[in-house]
C-alpha cells in the first residue's frame, strides 16, 4: 500500500468513465485549491487529469487539512481522478517535458503569478505555439493585468476586498472572514465553467483555436456578494453588516431551540412569511400594512425576532422542524459535520458518498457536484500518492526512457 508522501510503482492509466468530457487531457499545474478544484471537477466527469507537483515538496494542498496517519485527508478529494506526475517547471528539462506533455492536452490550468510561466518559456505564446488548440487557465489573485497583478494573492484577501467581509458579522463587530476557502471555491466552480465554454467554442471554430481565460479570485466572490456597486452607482448607499438579518426580508434568522440546537428561517417569498407568523401564533401581525413587503418586514424585524424566537425557544429542534414543515413554512437545522454525515437526505440523495481508497479503504467525500441524466460523473479513484504516476506518464506515454528518467530523478527534475 503506498502512502502520500511515498510514490507505489507505475500502473495503467485509469478508465475515464463515460463522463461528458471522457477524452479531454487536463493538465493541472495548479496548488491551493482554486485551480486544483477546476481540474477535480473537470476530473469528476471524465477528463484525464495529470496532477503536476513539485519533485521535492509536492503540492502545498498535501499539507492543508487534517491526515490521519501522516496521510492528508483533503487531498484524497481535491485530488481524486488525477493522476500525479513530480516534475520541476523551473528547470529547462522539467519545462522541456511539460511542453511535450501540453503537445497532447486540452486544458492545462495554473495559477502561478502573472510572468512566471513566461520566465519558464512556458507563456502563452509558446504552449500555443506547440498546441494552438490548448485552453490555457490562468488563476491569480487579481488578474494578469493591472496595478495589482503582482501582488500575492489569496482567497482572503478576495474576501475582504470583494465586500463579503464587509458584510459579515454583527453591525457593532468587525468584519468577518469564512473559516473555510469561499473564494478559492467560487472562483474554481466558476473556473471549470469558464473551461467548458472555451472546449465548445473551440469544437465550433473552424481553426480549432484554443484560448486564454484570465481567471481572478475577486471576481467571482463579487458575483456572489450581489449587486452593492450597482446601488453605490445609483444611490450612494453603501450596506452595512446585519448580522443574520436580511434588508430585504424578515424573520430570517437563527434561532435557539429548547435543547440546545439552532434553526434558521428564511421568508423571502411573502406567503411564507405569512405561514410562519401564523404558525407561531400571531395572524394578527400579517394583517398589519408594513407586513405586506419584505422591506417593510424588515424594519421590523427586532418584533418578528421576538414572536418566532420565543416560540422555537420553547421547543425541541425536532418539534420545530415538524411543525414548520407541516405548515409549509421554510427552516432548516444548523448542521455540523456530523450532522451532514447522519442526515437521511443527505445519505439519500448521495450528495455525500463513499468510495474504496488505497490508504483507508471505504472513505466517505463529497459526490460529484451535480446529477446528469446521460453522462453523469463519477469518482473513478483518490488523491493518489506523491509521483505516483511519474513513471507512466513520461515513460509510458512520452516515451521518456529508463536511463533517462533515472538521471532526472537523480537531479531531482522529477519524482
Same mark, same amino acid.
Given at each position: 500500500m503506498t502512502t502520500s508522501a511515498q510514490a507505489g510503482p507505475a500502473r495503467e492509466a485509469p478508465d475515464p468513465g463515460q463522463g461528458p468530457l471522457r477524452g479531454i487531457r487536463v493538465i493541472d499545474a495548479s496548488t491551493i485549491l482554486a485551480g486544483p478544484l477546476c481540474a477535480q471537477l473537470l476530473g469528476d466527469f471524465g477528463a484525464d487529469v495529470i496532477k503536476i507537483e513539485h519533485p521535492v515538496a509536492g503540492d502545498g494542498m498535501r499539507g492543508h487539512g487534517e491526515s490521519k496517519n501522516g496521510i492528508p485527508l483533503w487531498w484524497k478529494e481535491i485530488s481524486r481522478n488525477k493522476r500525479t506526475v513530480g516534475l520541476s517547471l523551473s528547470d529547462p528539462d522539467g519545462a522541456a517535458l511539460f511542453r511535450r506533455l501540453v503537445a497532447d492536452a486540452d486544458v492545462v490550468v495554473e495559477n502561478f503569478r502573472p510572468g512566471t510561466l513566461e520566465r519558464w518559456g512556458l507563456g502563452p505564446e509558446v504552449l500555443h505555439g506547440i498546441n494552438p488548440g490548448l485552453v490555457l487557465v490562468r488563476v491569480t489573485g487579481f488578474g494578469q493585468?493591472?496595478?495589482?497583478?503582482?501582488?500575492?494573492?489569496?482567497?482572503?484577501?478576495?474576501?475582504?476586498?470583494?465586500?463579503?467581509?464587509?458584510?459579515?458579522?454583527?453591525?457593532?463587530?468587525?468584519?468577518?472572514?469564512?473559516?473555510? &476557502?469561499? !473564494?478559492?471555491?467560487?472562483?474554481?466552480?466558476?473556473?471549470?465553467?469558464?473551461?467548458?465554454? @472555451?472546449?465548445?467554442? $473551440? #469544437?465550433?471554430?473552424?481553426?480549432?483555436?484554443?484560448?486564454?481565460?484570465?481567471?481572478?479570485?475577486?471576481?467571482?466572490?463579487?458575483?456572489?456578494?450581489?449587486?452593492?456597486?450597482?446601488?453605490?452607482?445609483?444611490?450612494?448607499?453603501?450596506?452595512?453588516?446585519?448580522?443574520?438579518?436580511?434588508?430585504?426580508?424578515?424573520?430570517?434568522?437563527?434561532?435557539?431551540?429548547?435543547?440546545?440546537?439552532?434553526?434558521?428561517?428564511?421568508?423571502?417569498?411573502?406567503?411564507?412569511?405569512?405561514?410562519?407568523?401564523?404558525?407561531?401564533?400571531?395572524?394578527?401581525?400579517?394583517?398589519?400594512?408594513?407586513?405586506?413587503?419584505?422591506? &417593510?418586514? !424588515?424594519?421590523?424585524?427586532?418584533?418578528?425576532?421576538?414572536?418566532?424566537?420565543?416560540?422555537? @425557544?420553547?421547543?425541541? $429542534? #425536532?418539534?420545530?422542524?415538524a411543525e414548520f414543515t407541516e405548515a409549509g413554512a421554510a427552516v432548516a437545522p444548523v448542521y455540523d459535520a456530523r450532522d451532514l454525515v447522519e442526515d437521511p437526505h443527505i445519505r439519500a440523495t448521495e450528495m455525500l458518498t463513499t468510495v474504496e481508497d488505497e490508504d483507508f479503504g471505504p472513505l466517505l467525500m463529497h459526490n460529484v457536484m451535480w446529477r446528469m441524466s446521460g453522462t453523469p460523473g463519477a469518482i473513478r479513484f483518490t488523491g493518489r500518492a506523491h509521483g505516483a504516476d511519474t513513471e507512466h506518464v513520461l515513460t509510458g506515454e512520452l516515451g521518456v526512457g529508463p536511463e533517462e528518467l533515472a538521471a532526472l530523478r537523480e537531479r531531482k527534475v522529477v519524482s
Open positions: 493585468t493591472g496595478p495589482y497583478a503582482s501582488r500575492a494573492g489569496f482567497g482572503t484577501l478576495a474576501e475582504a476586498m470583494s465586500g463579503f467581509a464587509h458584510l459579515t458579522g454583527e453591525p457593532d463587530g468587525p468584519p468577518t472572514l469564512p473559516a473555510f &476557502g469561499l !473564494a478559492d471555491t467560487i472562483c474554481g466552480i466558476a473556473a471549470s465553467s469558464a473551461v467548458t465554454m @472555451a472546449l465548445y467554442h $473551440r #469544437e465550433r471554430d473552424p481553426d480549432h483555436r484554443g484560448q486564454v481565460i484570465d481567471m481572478n479570485l475577486i471576481e467571482p466572490i463579487m458575483a456572489a456578494v450581489g449587486p452593492s456597486p450597482t446601488v453605490y452607482d445609483q444611490l450612494g448607499v453603501v450596506a452595512q453588516r446585519h448580522g443574520n438579518r436580511s434588508t430585504n426580508n424578515s424573520p430570517r434568522n437563527t434561532y435557539r431551540t429548547s435543547d440546545g440546537h439552532w434553526v434558521a428561517v428564511s421568508t423571502s417569498a411573502q406567503r411564507i412569511a405569512e405561514r410562519v407568523l401564523e404558525l407561531v401564533g400571531h395572524p394578527e401581525v400579517v394583517r398589519e400594512e408594513w407586513f405586506a413587503t419584505g422591506g &417593510g418586514r !424588515a424594519a421590523h424585524a427586532d418584533l418578528l425576532d421576538g414572536l418566532v424566537g420565543g416560540w422555537i @425557544a420553547e421547543r425541541t $429542534r #425536532e418539534k420545530v422542524i
